[in-house]
């Protein structure tokens, strides 16, 4: 158990001197592998491997190659020497003989160190131990590394080491890669998806003028040349709805998103999400839309509509769909069509143990027994639609049930993964509800800058079409179809508080 024991300081600090001495002497020499400012690399192990998949023990292939990476692995022994050497697509092993290399030039590898970045020109063979490896004829030094790696850097201890120095834990745990990759590939396939259905991708600004009535708390800067100060932005939405009003018809934003709220596993102050926005549709052809594009990407990136999310058989194949009032009534047996006034709403709440809303009235009150009862229950993937209309400022009323919104989110391991609407165009309705949306708030917080925005007002005078719109956030999405517990897992920078 000796070798897992964390390196002390002095330990490390004692290393990287012998290491910035080691440089001392090849500058000395003439040899300053910064000096260096590139290398032809033509093959990578990955695909020499299954190129010679099939090659036996002990045989040549005649095939020469130049490789590039970092040394994570020496064994010398005598007059030959074994390492191995990573690259973008894996491990391979390199086999040092000093008859092949020169003198000199083995006397400079057996002076390398673990996390030296090489390039290495030779040939292909399978060695005696079945193992597919390059037989070096020349070796660069490209980079010298002046810390050594940590022996362990991974398990619960380390964590908080690992998203701060994600360069380091992306050396030392290959796997981490994997994560990133996939994430790549879900971003690649929405888009492949929505640009396929004739959505167009766009950018909004990320700076905008002034903080919206929203619930989500913004960041503030200055901008010095204007003399103001700017709000990142919390939502893409309403700049995207804009573009509707405008004639662009299908658009999409993978945007970046800034709130300074909380942090926990499922929150991260800056994230991404997608919002999209179809004319001519409502919340059902955003539902229809979510279900089809997540069964796309489960087969894609997980090759199953079966996925297996932090020890939960999730099946990606089968969504149900319930309104919130038959959701809340199945948990709970509580039924909203049996209160008559919010006083109703109020003695249910207190009844059943419920938290009473700032604003306690009979649909803010079915949403917190929807929270209280409903969201732990819903493992499988579930939309949940028809929201109260108190808390949907931006959807559209239900035809003949003005209480209510053509709203929905969908859940997945009792998480909120997405939100749609059947968005309110009625330029009225909505300067109404941005007003009383901001005189709430300002009730509550009596210094909070919130305002109108009543040039989105302005643009829906101007007439936005039937729409239908969604919003997800892409980094849950990812922690799904990576089975990764925190956000944290699936960003390559997370938000840190700094160690001094």
């Known amino acids: ?35 260096i400012t590139k290398y032809a690399q033509d093959a990578y192990s990955a695909d020499l491997k299954q190129e010679f998949a099939d090659l036996p023990a002990e045989a040549e292939t005649g095939k020469i190659v130049s490789l590039a990476g970092r040394m994570m692995s020496k064994r010398v022994m005598g007059k030959a020497s ?14 040092v003989k000093r008859d092949l290399l020169g003198d000199e030039a083995y006397a400079a590898f057996k002076k390398l160190d673990i996390g030296d ?8 063979f399978r060695t005696k131990m079945g193992e597919i490896s390059v037989r070096i004829s020349e070796l660069t030094l490209l980079s010298k590394s002046l810390l050594p790696l940590p ?4 398990g619960l201890t380390d964590r908080e080491a690992r998203y701060r120095q994600r360069y380091v834990d992306l050396i030392v745990n290959p796997e981490v890669k994997d994560t990133f990759v996939k994430r790549s590939l879900i971003l690649k396939e929405i888009r492949a998806y929505l640009d396929e259905k004739g959505f167009l991708e766009v950018d909004t600004p990320i700076l905008t003028p002034f903080e919206i009535g929203a619930s989500a708390r913004p960041f503030y800067t200055h901008h010095n040349t204007l003399n103001m100060d700017m709000v990142l932005r919390i939502e893409t939405e309403l700049y995207l709805k804009r573009l509707i009003v405008g004639g662009m018809d299908r658009v999409y934003e993978v945007g970046r998103i800034f709130r300074n709220e909380g942090m926990d596993p499922k929150h991260n102050p800056e994230f991404t ?79 059943h143990h419920v938290e009473l809303p700032e604003v306690p009235t009979k649909g803010a009150i ?4 929807f929270d209280a009862f409903v969201e732990d229950k819903l493992i499988q993937p579930t939309f949940i639609y028809d929201y109260p209309v108190e808390i949907s400022p931006l959807a559209k009323r239900k035809p003949g049930d003005p209480a209510f919104t053509e709203r929905f989110e969908y859940f997945i391991d009792c998480t909120e993964y997405g939100n749609a609407f059947s968005e309110l165009n009625d330029p009225i309705d909505q300067k109404a509800r941005f007003e009383r949306q901001v005189a709430e708030r300002k009730a509550i917080e009596p210094d909070c800058k919130a305002q109108v925005d009543y040039d989105y007002v302005t643009a829906l005078e101007y007439g936005l079409p039937p729409t239908g719109g969604l919003g997800f956030g892409v980094d849950r999405l990812v922690m799904l179809l990576t089975d990764s517990a925190s956000i944290r897992d699936v960003l390559l920078f997370p938000t840190m508080k700094p160690i001094d």
């Open 1 to 35: 158990m000796e070798q897992n024991k964390p390196q002390t300081e002095q330990e490390i600090s004692q290393q990287a001197a012998v290491r910035r001495q080691k440089l001392a002497d090849l500058c000395e020499a003439g040899h300053n592998p910064f000096e």
């Open 82 to 95: 074994f390492a191995h050497l990573r690259d973008q697509k894996g491990d391979i092993q390199i086999f």
């Open 117 to 124: 970045i090489i390039g290495v020109k030779g040939e292909v």
């Open 151 to 154: 022996e362990k850097f991974h």
């Open 273 to 351: 999400t997608i919002e999209l926005y179809q004319a001519f549709t409502d919340f059902h052809g955003m539902m229809d839309l979510v279900e089809e594009m997540y069964k796309r990407l489960a087969l894609k990136v997980c090759s199953s509509l079966e996925i297996t999310y932090q020890g939960k058989q999730i099946d990606m194949g089968h969504w149900e769909r319930l309104t919130m009032v038959e959701a809340v009534k199945k948990y709970s047996g509580v039924d909203f069509n049996d209160w008559k006034t919010d006083e109703d709403a109020i003695a249910a709440a207190k009844e």
């Open 366 to 369: 079915l949403a917190e027994f």
